[in-house]
């Protein structure tokens, strides 16, 4: 019964995620959304029930997630046409085969961050900027695990195309095999850099959650910047 209740949780909670996604400006908040709810309640069993933590989470996050939405959707299109210009001139000359190096370089960044972006906006309160470093800042602590989640989820995506039927679950299954790694790294964060004097309670109805600052992560980051 317990994971047929899993089961069904996923299948709800992607179905919030696609419908929530399709303005396309609004798929970072809902992947907030799809993120928080999924490692919250459907595999911690915590939290108020699917339903109301995924809403109100998208509706907390979709001012900042709508924004960082944007700058990613334009991110991707200068790295779409980046990548397309060096695949037609690397075989020209030395140039060109480094422009393609540079290319994928830049790709591989875009996407690693992109990983990690739901889920430090579902545990920090940052600006923009810090949540994109942050991202960043994890996404390169383990960079062979980073490439590996940004494999799965090229895989995912592909077997949607072959099977699209896949997509009624493929969402809150992909959260499920990259949770734990994730949040390892966060807590490792926290506790290694004493953050949990500096947190900040914010009381709900049956639950806390955890609010951190820009200051504090900036402080740490430039910490370990300086060793």
């Given amino acids: 019964m317990k994971i047929l209740e899993t089961i ?33 309640i459907i595999f911690n069993g915590r939290g108020q029930g699917v339903m109301k933590d995924f809403f109100n989470t998208f509706k907390d996050n979709i001012l900042i997630g709508v924004k960082i939405n944007l700058i990613y959707l334009i991110a991707t299109f200068f790295v779409f046409v980046g990548d397309y210009a060096a695949i037609q001139i690397y075989k020209w000359n030395i140039f060109g085969l480094l422009y393609l190096i540079l290319a994928i370089i830049v790709t591989l960044v875009y996407a690693v961050s992109l990983i990690y972006i739901p889920a430090v906006i579902s545990r920090f309160y940052l600006k923009i900027i810090d949540t994109i470093r942050l ?55 926290i506790e290694d850099n004493n953050l949990q004097d ?10 806390k959650q955890e609010e951190i600052s820009s200051t504090d992560i900036n402080s740490r980051l430039a910490r370990k910047k300086s060793k």
């Fill in 8 to 40: 069904a949780n996923m299948l709800i909670v992607s179905f919030f995620w696609i419908v929530c996604s399709i303005p396309i400006v609004t798929i970072i908040p809902a992947s907030v959304a799809l993120y928080h709810t999924s490692n919250k």
């Fill in 135 to 189: 991202s960043l800042f994890f996404a390169f602590q383990n960079i062979f695990i980073s490439i590996l989640n940004v494999i799965l989820l090229a895989f995912i995506v592909l077997m949607i195309e072959v099977v699209p039927l896949v997509l009624v679950i493929a969402p809150a299954l992909y959260v499920d095999l990259t949770r734990i790694g994730i949040e390892k790294k966060m807590q490792k964060f």
């Fill in 198 to 207: 500096n947190l900040k309670p914010v009381e709900e109805e049956n639950d």
